[in-house]
């Protein structure tokens, strides 16, 4: 673990981890529904944020395990570190933040996290940290427009009435006549269509909710199989 074990794990204000997150994530973006944030500090400098919040499709999520309350879980919607920290900080990082959870929001059971095997990776740091698999699908959701910006699709559906400078300074609903259509989206604006793959991962703070979970779990071999395998945006 080495000086994994110095790095200090603070509640940190959205403003801050926001500037960090544009500044080091792939995809340049803070996703608006994270709403705990947490600083990892080494040094006395800030050199990681792991961002929580509610899932953008909550209603769903939640189907995923029986019996999970309302504000029974949370989503890891954004990570982010510098080049600063040791080898095996992430994993520490998310174990810490986990434990902090956990002790402060008991009625939290279980965390979700999704990597994007289209543009960054399949999630070698879940599998480090001891989240269960649970889906691997074919992503066709992102595309990329031709200031080179990506987006997801959930975020015109989400905000279908905002005006995005990539549809040029125009809303989804503008561009479809009030329908959410995300082909039409694609069609009008000559964005390409990036292909890949999606993993679902699953953390479990309360073990008994591992029972209830309402899918198969994956074995981590299913990865390779499926050509789904990612590290740092290069297939392998």
């Excluded at 994530?25 to 996703?31: E, L, Q």
């Excluded at 699908?137 to 992102?142: P, Q, T």
């Excluded at 890949?196 to 198969?216: A, C, E, H, M, S």
Aim: hydrophobic residues 35%; positive net charge; charged residues 25%.
């Amino acid at each position: 673990m080495g000086r994994a074990k110095e790095i200090e794990i603070k509640v940190i204000p959205s403003k801050i981890a926001n500037a960090f997150i544009k500044k080091h994530h792939y995809s340049g973006k803070v996703v608006n529904n994270s709403t705990l944030h947490f600083g990892a500090f080494l040094d006395k400098k800030l050199h990681g944020v792991l961002s929580y919040g509610n899932s953008l499709d909550k209603s769903k999520i939640i189907q995923l395990v029986e019996d999970t309350e309302w504000n029974g879980f949370l989503e890891l919607n954004r990570m982010a570190f510098d080049d600063y920290l040791p080898r095996n900080a992430e994993s520490y990082c998310i174990s810490q933040t986990i434990k902090l959870i956990k002790k402060n929001a008991p009625q939290i059971k279980w965390i979700i996290s999704f990597a994007d095997a289209t543009q960054c990776g399949d999630g070698t740091i879940y599998r480090a940290s001891n989240f269960v698999l649970t889906d691997i699908k074919e992503n066709h959701n992102l595309a990329r427009f031709k200031n080179g910006e990506v987006y997801h699709k959930m975020t015109f559906e989400s905000n279908p009435t905002k005006k995005f400078s990539v549809l040029g300074n125009k809303s989804a609903y503008d561009i479809t006549g009030g329908s959410y259509n995300f082909k039409k989206i694609i069609e009008v604006t000559g964005a390409e269509i990036l292909t890949g793959f999606q993993l679902r991962y699953i953390y479990f703070i309360d073990k008994q909710y591992r029972k209830k979970l309402t899918v198969p779990e994956i074995p981590f071999s299913e990865i390779k199989k499926r050509g789904a395998q990612m590290y740092k945006g290069e297939k392998y």
